[in-house]
């Protein structure tokens, strides 16, 4: 009986002194922290890099590839000897328009269109009178006289009675023919289109 009772107690010894151990060796866990979403650094370090950037990309496209970029568009080569010709020609139409105001005009005779929405209850009779600068002008536009005809029986025939009976209308009729017959010929200038004959019955 001793003999079990001292085995007994070492071993309840040995236990006791292995379950302190075991504590004082076993790792204590750190407590978890959280860490908020909205994290300051960014804000004080991030959006003044942020706005930075945007300089720099600003500043290095605005001064250096922009202007290169304007150089490449304009260094195409047009022949010199073209533009002085364009500015020559540019110039002595204005002095042409100037100096020869009524001195080259060529006419287009009794044109007689239905006005538009009039089925054919209304005629417009007109005659007008085309200013030129240039006499070669005025003989492009009488070798093209059915083209220019045909021009402003359309811009005159798309237009309703209404339209064409306001007195006020009539300067913007003008430099639509104007415009149309300039479209249709684009080497005659035409300084001013004039109305001979104006009459709706």
Same mark, same amino acid.
């Given at each position: ?26 790792? =204590?866990?750190?407590? $978890? #922290?959280?860490?908020? +979403?909205? @994290?300051?650094?960014?804000? /004080?370090?991030?959006?003044?890099? %942020? ?56 006419? =287009?005779?009794?044109? $007689? #269109?239905?006005?538009? +929405?009039? @089925?054919?209850?209304?005629? /417009?009779?007109?005659?007008?009178? %085309? ?56 080497? =005659?200038?035409?300084?001013? #289109? ?8």
């Amino acid at each position: 009986m001793k003999k079990m009772n001292g085995k007994m107690e070492n071993e309840e010894k040995k236990v006791r002194e292995s379950v302190p151990q075991a504590e004082e060796t076993a790792p =204590v866990p750190e407590p $978890i #922290v959280k860490k908020s +979403g909205f @994290n300051m650094k960014i804000i /004080l370090f991030g959006l003044p890099l %942020f706005i930075l950037q945007l300089v720099i990309v600003y500043f290095v496209t605005a001064n250096i590839l922009l202007p290169k970029i304007n150089q490449g568009i304009t260094s195409i080569e047009i022949p010199r000897d073209t533009l002085a010709e364009n500015k020559t020609a540019q110039a002595a139409d204005t002095a042409y328009q100037q100096n020869s105001l009524g001195k080259y005009i060529y006419s =287009v005779e009794d044109v $007689i #269109v239905n006005p538009a +929405g009039t @089925n054919g209850q209304k005629l /417009l009779l007109s005659s007008l009178a %085309f200013d030129l600068p240039r006499e070669e002008y005025q003989k492009e536009m009488q070798s093209k006289e059915i083209l220019v005809k045909d021009k402003i029986i359309s811009i005159l025939s798309s237009k309703t009675i209404d339209q064409l009976s306001n007195s006020v209308y009539k300067d913007s009729l003008r430099t639509e023919i104007s415009n149309g017959v300039g479209a249709l010929l684009p080497d =005659v200038k035409i300084n001013k #289109v004039y109305f001979s004959k104006y009459i709706i019955n």
